[in-house]
């Protein structure tokens, strides 16, 4: 990051025009990330999940294709479906489809991102990055916090309850 910083600083023209480059893409796209979370996991873990809420802001329809993290072997988009009385999850087949307009909650108990082949446990309030993929907006770096099961809970429960304007207080 330091090299980063001293060839930017040499080189002001390049600063400006990559700034400026960067968030007209950003604007362009649409996609907006946030609240990113995960759970903690046991040491051993081999899997861990993934949540968040992507809302599209552009004008055309948009799909999660692929997820990558250094921490994890490989990952995938999983859904959560009833299955002769079990949950089951599976992987999404041809991308996760982020309507032009809509706003798409990655929640335990729905859609996530499934971590796996971990390298590293989750550990409570250290975070992962991950890159997501997306067919129009490209990939994106995504940076997870890592909650404790018990204030994991309480994220889901406010996820059934409310939208995210709707959630005032921090815990
Ligand atoms: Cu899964």
Redesign the pocket.
């Known amino acids: 990051m330091k090299k980063l910083l001293t060839a930017l600083a040499l080189s002001p023209l390049l600063t400006v025009s990559t700034l400026a480059h960067a968030q007209d893409a950003a604007h362009a796209k649409g996609l907006m990330i946030d609240q990113a979370w995960s759970r903690v996991t046991t040491p051993t873990a081999r ?1 861990g ?1 993934g949540y968040l809420t992507i809302t599209n802001h552009g004008p055309h329809d948009d799909r999660l294709l692929a997820v990558a993290s250094e921490h994890s072997g490989t990952a ?1 988009v ?1 859904m959560m479906t009833m299955q002769d009385d079990v949950m089951i ?1 599976r992987p999404v087949a041809e991308g996760l489809v982020i309507a032009a307009g809509e706003t798409l909650h990655l929640a335990p108990g729905g859609f ?1 991102l ?1 971590f796996m082949q971990l390298n590293q446990p989750h550990v409570v309030d250290e975070p992962f990055s991950a890159t997501l993929t997306f067919e129009r907006a490209g990939s994106k770096d995504v940076t997870f916090e890592v909650l404790s099961m018990r204030d994991s809970m309480d994220r889901a429960a406010m996820r059934d309850g409310h939208e995210p304007e709707a959630e005032g207080h921090k815990h």
């Open positions: 899997v999940g995938e999983h999850m996530h499934m």
